[in-house]
């Protein structure tokens, strides 16, 4: 009943147009950017209560990346909402033509555990910003954050146009039976499917933010030093839960050895207590079933470094795997947590058709000082987005939509991409009545045939 409710209160106020008044959409960016701010601490113990994230990771990876693109929207929206001249052609003359931004109307986020802040909270402003109303459904995984945010978000907005529906699968499916104008979901390629199979019934349009494995090769011109360094921070960064986190490392053959060294050096500096026990800074695995799963992969005949782990505090040490092939048991599934496999190859060209035989990752990342060799793997590999001589930053510049391709997903956000994701552009055609020709006017002749040919060809 109270999704139902909320339902008829977002329709009815979508259709008073309070929401497509751009001042209105920046007043309330404004107003959840003061309250998150105020509620910092609640947001902070929550997550820390969840998974064991510290105030510096939560603040680096979650929450500055959610006030960068709010106070964007903030800056931008009435730039971004403006309706945008395009030519018109000597077949209309004299009209004008343009593109009107309009709000879909009322949408549904639905979020995923791993980054469970700025995964529900970055869609959610962006399709406030478009002008639309939002339900948002976060991950109930991390059921601390999931509380948190529905407390804040419930005591703050109007249900009619800011709304939290806590819950898993069941409440999930309860709300995919009614009709909303647009669908952000992110998470895996399974639910993925559930999720457009119910969209289609209603020909609600979906943005998919799904996963998948992404590869980092590791050239032999390569920084080694610099390389591990960016790697193991990009891998072990929120336990290796992150979507674009890198995968699995193809190296060159020649440069293994020193690269392997290189990256059990950056572990041992960066994670300096990790590798025996719990640090401040280094997460605990979502759940037992999680835990369990990736228990289950590390191969310890394939051991490279790491492998600590503790079921009671969920906790596993930055590992590394080496040696392995991608026929191995790590190397079917997205890992989506600690463990690093290693594969090295001796002829690029061979584990460029490997990458290219699985589906399209979300990311992919390339280390090398080669730019012939970048910019080969830029074009015969598809994937969602990704970096040069880096991982995971890319997300962080939101002028690059952030989105998958293929099995990784469909559709993107961020800054304006995410502003367009959530819009409609209404083309028109606007003409006065001063000027009008007769040639499309019947009775049709020869000459005007050949007066419209000489128009339009
Ligand atoms: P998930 O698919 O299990 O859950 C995502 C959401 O769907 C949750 O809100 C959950 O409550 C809901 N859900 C779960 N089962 C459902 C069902 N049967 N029917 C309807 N709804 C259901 O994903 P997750 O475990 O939260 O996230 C991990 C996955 O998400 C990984 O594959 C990861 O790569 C991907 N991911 C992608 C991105 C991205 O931006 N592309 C970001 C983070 C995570």
């Given amino acids: 009943m109270e999704i139902k409710n909320t339902i008829a209160g977002q329709q009815e106020y979508f259709n008073s147009n309070q929401t497509k008044d751009v001042d209105f959409r920046i007043r309330q960016l404004k107003k959840f950017n003061k309250i998150l701010k105020e509620n910092e601490e609640v947001l902070y113990k929550a997550i820390y209560e969840d998974f064991g994230k510290s105030k510096f990771e939560t603040y680096v990876s979650e929450l500055s990346l959610l006030y960068h693109e709010i106070n964007n929207f903030i800056k931008n929206s009435k730039k971004w909402s403006q309706r945008k001249k395009v030519p018109t052609g000597f077949a209309n003359f004299p009209a004008k033509s343009y593109l009107i931004p309009e709000p879909l109307g009322m949408t549904l986020v639905i979020g995923a555990w791993n980054y469970p802040y700025q995964l529900s909270l970055v869609p959610a402003i962006t399709s406030l910003a478009a002008g639309n109303t939002v339900i948002l459904k976060p991950s109930e995984l991390p059921s601390k954050t999931s509380r948190a945010m529905a407390q804040i978000i419930n005591t703050h907005f109007s249900s009619d146009y800011f709304h939290v529906v806590e819950g898993g699968a069941e409440e999930t499916l309860e709300l995919l039976e009614y009709r909303f104008d647009k669908i952000f979901f992110t998470g895996s390629i399974a ?57 699995y490392i193809l190296v060159d053959k020649s440069i293994e050895a020193k690269f392997l060294q290189a990256l059990k050096h950056e572990i041992e500096t960066q994670h300096k207590s990790t590798a025996k026990n719990i640090e401040e800074n280094y997460l605990r695995i979502i759940n037992t079933h999680n835990f369990d799963r990736l228990k289950k992969q590390i191969d310890t005949n394939k051991l490279y470094f790491g492998g600590k782990t503790n079921r009671e505090e969920r906790f596993i040490s930055p590992t590394i795997l080496h040696n392995v092939s991608f026929e191995d048991a790590i190397m079917q599934d997205e890992i989506f947590g600690p463990i690093l496999p ?64 293929g099995l990784s997903g469909i559709g993107n956000y961020h800054g304006k991409a995410g502003f367009d994701t959530f819009s409609h552009y209404k083309s028109i055609l606007d003409k006065p009545f001063w000027f009008e020709t007769n040639l499309k006017y019947a009775p049709y002749s020869k000459k005007k045939m050949k007066i419209i040919k000489w128009l339009l060809d």
Wanted: proline residues 6%.
């Fill in 191 to 247: 639910v993925g499917k559930i999720i457009y199979q119910a969209a289609a019934k209603h020909l609600t349009p979906v943005t998919l933010e799904l996963g998948g494995k992404s590869p980092t090769f590791v050239l032999p011109d390569t920084n080694i030093k610099m390389t591990a360094k960016r790697i193991v921070w990009a891998k072990f960064l929120n336990s290796g839960q992150t979507c674009v986190a890198p995968d």
């Fill in 342 to 405: 290693i594969v090295s190859y001796t002829n690029l060209d061979e584990a460029i058709k490997l990458v290219k035989a699985r589906p399209k990752p979300l990311a992919c990342y390339v280390y090398s000082k080669n730019r012939k060799k970048i910019a080969k793997l830029l074009k015969e590999i598809s994937f969602g987005g990704g970096a040069i001589n880096d991982s995971l930053m890319h997300l962080s510049n939101s002028n690059l939509p952030f989105g998958g391709v």
